[in-house]
């Protein structure tokens, strides 16, 4: 659950800026760079640590029940411990593990911009596996959420468990899965490299989102019903796994181009002169939309969350359904029609956002 | 001092609480957070009464009031889907201030609100008076494995430089002119990770041959611990056995 709620976190962050006087970052930087916006540059590493911290959500205390939480830890802690008696006899290499892990530390505190005024955080769960091998993936994401637990005051510490079976087991192992079938899988060309890594950062944030839905399943107050938790949660990782997705491409891009013997999962790989990840980004949009069309069924025809909270504090007489005459009559139309209207709707979206904050810079005058 | 910017959570201090062993306070916040989950969500007296504790542990290691502001905020983005679940929950309505929500909804939030915030409360004490590397120490004293503790030390040390380098990247992409468009700029910064991972692991092969220059046989040095005094002793673990005295009483006391 490294990265869900940053939509909102960093939208609540882009609000709280714009009411706050802007500090000057502290490196006096160069002409052209003044006026970047805090979403336009994507780095604002010095002067947003303080922000930064607080923005990397994991499960928090009181959330999901005391079995669950042990059954995870032990999980967990089976994982771990083999993942480091593993390398400990095949090769240690002690400061390289801790050099990588400071690497995917530094990479999940990093800001990347993933929509019109708002960035994100990426776990990096698949990055590590691919980079790495899985063994020392899961020994480093593991390491990270620890010390973001106990240093950093993030996550619960009685959801520790939880959070380093879903982040620092599922996730990279996930995506290690995912990366070794699909390079077998597409051609033996130097592109499959990114094009496997695009899917496998989808693979894996939608891995660890599903961990979180199951334990909630077993161990969550059932106060909100499943389906509600299932289809907003798998929902809103789709879109946040294509952008680890993407993001995992370029930086597995870049290191096969300079040093491809760093690439654990490359090895067999031929060496690289062009990585455009085509094929990935096609097979990472079968898999999302695979995924909202699975979660279709499951979503609810009752009223949705808005209008039934509108109903309940008497807002409206009546709650309208959202099922149409048409839906009953011709079904599988009507499925096609939701999704085309949703993907509209969000390009729409997207397209509406951006198309604003260029026209609110363009009124400041940059 | 090597290590994150770790005056963000860790408060410049000689408390009581800062002179204690690290692995006394990571056991005691480990317990005290256990015992504040295992506590009964209605018993409000309870959960009162832990917060009291949390507030004499903040006075026992110096923290003001201002420093807690700030920190609990961080504690906010966490419990967006606590203050939903009143609304979307199913069960028995009541009435609250005109609204009319769930009762297991509004418990369920109530349990995840108050518990995540006490618990923030006991790390927050507990990052705020043991510097990272201590961290470390403690939990290598509390038989962590040594190639977990060693990279994790590694990790602590090393996250500045790395986080530095990024900075140098970008710094030098800038004044080159440099402006980057919302999703363009993220696979820009992806790029940039791909070198500062390449540096990253050959800094770490450097280090690596320094170490084994300078007699490394596959442990690192690490002091013996002090015997723990009794009074130390007391100190520490008087938090989570009180918080424990609680969660019994909660579920004992109806």
Sequence with gaps: MGSSLEVFTSLWRVCARSAQPRTPPSPPLPSPARGLEPCQAPYLIANDLQQNYGEAVHIPDGFINGATSLGAAAGALTAFSGSIRR??????????????????????????????????????????????????????????????????????????????????????????????????????????????????????????AF???????????????????????????????????????????????????????????????????????????????????ALLPWSSQDPDVFTSVAADQGLVTTAPTTASPDQTANPTASLSATIVAGVLGTMLLAGFGTGLLTAFRKVRGK | MSGIHAHVFLSHQNSPLHRLAPELKLVAAIWFVLAVVATRREALVFLAADTVLVGAAALAGGLSLGFWARRLMLGIPFMLFAFLLPFVGKGPKIEIGGLTVSEPGLWAAWNIVAKATLCLGAAVVMAATTPPTDVLTGLERLRLPHFASASAGFMLRYLDLILDDFRRIRIAMVSRGYRGRWFGSALALASSAGTVFIRSYERGERVYQAMVARGYAGTMPTTPPAPVHPKQLGLALSFPLLASLFAVLSWVIR
């Design chain 1, 87 to 208: 390398l400990s006899r095949s090769d240690p290499l002690l400061p390289l593990t801790g050099l990588a892990g400071a690497f995917i530390f530094a990479f999940q505190m990093l800001n990347f911009p993933v929509a019109a005024g708002t960035s994100g955080h990426v776990v990096g769960g698949a990055l590590a596996a691919i980079l790495l091998g899985p063994a020392r993936a899961v020994v480093t994401l593991s390491l990270v959420t620890l010390l973001q637990a106990l240093v950093l005051a993030d996550g619960g510490i009685s959801a520790l468990g939880l959070n380093v079976l879903n982040l620092g087991v599922v996730a990279p192992l996930a995506g290690w899965a995912t990366f070794q079938l699909a390079v077998r899988a597409l051609p033996r060309r130097p592109s499959s490299a990114a094009s496997a890594a695009v899917v496998a950062g989808l693979v894996s944030v939608l891995a660890a």
């Design chain 1, 211 to 293: 961990g979180l839905v199951g334990e909630y399943a077993l161990g969550g107050n059932q106060a909100a019903p499943l389906r509600t938790v299932l289809t907003a949660m798998l929902g809103a990782h789709v879109a946040v796994g294509l952008a680890e997705g993407l993001i995992t491409s370029a930086v597995v891009a870049t290191v096969l181009r300079v040093r491809p013997d760093l690439v654990r999962g490359g090895r067999q790989l031929a060496p690289v002169t062009q990585t455009s990840p085509t094929w990935g980004i096609a097979a990472a949009g079968v898999i999302a939309v695979v995924a909202v069309t």
